[in-house]
């Protein structure tokens, strides 16, 4: 079945600084990835997604990349602020079903 | 979107009982899942709670354990059956409803 690893499990960046946040997947059959913002206390919000047929996409601050033949994605997030301080989650969906795989988190901190 | 409501919103329980969480979904949908999120950990998939027949339980998880109820395309629960300290979690109701998943705020439990 589908595995996805996340690096790192933590990341502290001074404001205004980019984070870089990547995974990696194991089956070739996953065609959609999607990021998720979880603040404390809350359940996780979809915050940018992409499909296998795209390379890039970008909604203001954040953008992901996909790399098919490498099976690696990464979410990267300019000129953060405090409030993007959170934990992030990465995820793969196998072409075909609605199971998601989530990654193992990343605990976000941005220090002003 | 779909806005999905849980309760309760957190509890604490003693060993040996078991608790039912609630999940209320503001629109019909047809796919709605459990998820476990252990303390500091990534997302886990109980089941697939299907409207009118026996949830679809994923490996390691077994419907003695956390029976689920599917009554119709709004409304499900999740019961966690003779808890033990190892059940201590936050609990997450989940819809994919326009090409998303979306999440609800959890329940979080804390077994004595």
């Known amino acids: 079945g589908e595995n996805v690893e996340q690096h790192p499990s933590t990341l502290s960046v001074q404001e205004g600084d980019s984070a870089v946040i990547k995974c990696t997947y194991s089956?070739?059959?996953?065609?959609?990835f999607p990021w998720y913002k979880q603040e404390l206390g809350k359940g996780p919000q979809l915050i940018i997604d992409?499909?296998?047929?795209?390379g890039e996409k970008k909604d203001q601050r954040i953008a992901v990349t996909l790399n098919k033949t490498a099976k690696h994605f990464s979410l990267h997030i300019t000129e953060t602020q405090p409030e993007d301080s959170a934990v992030y989650f990465c995820?793969?969906?196998?072409?075909?079903?609605?199971?998601?795989?989530f990654g193992t988190g990343t605990r976000l901190k941005v220090l002003a | 979107s779909a806005v999905i409501s849980q309760k309760p919103s957190r509890d604490i329980c003693q060993r040996g009982t078991s608790l039912t969480i609630q999940c209320q979904v503001d629109?019909?949908?047809?796919?709605m899942f459990w998820y476990r999120q252990q303390p500091g950990q990534s997302l886990t998939l109980i089941a697939t709670?299907?409207?009118?027949?026996?949830?679809?339980?994923e490996s390691g998880f077994v419907i003695d354990k956390f029976p689920i109820s599917r009554p119709n395309l709004t409304f499900s629960t999740l019961t966690v059956s003779n808890m033990s300290p190892e059940d201590s979690s936050i609990y997450l109701c989940?819809?994919?409803?326009?090409?998303?998943?979306?999440f609800g705020e959890g329940s979080r439990l804390t077994v004595l």
């Open positions: 709670a299907n409207q009118g027949s026996e949830a679809t339980y």
């Open positions: 089956d070739s059959a996953s065609n959609y």
């Open positions: 989940s819809v994919h409803s326009t090409g998303e998943l979306f």
């Open positions: 992409i499909r296998s047929n795209v």
């Open positions: 995820a793969a969906s196998p072409s075909g079903t609605y199971k998601y795989i």
């Open positions: 629109s019909q949908v047809t796919m």
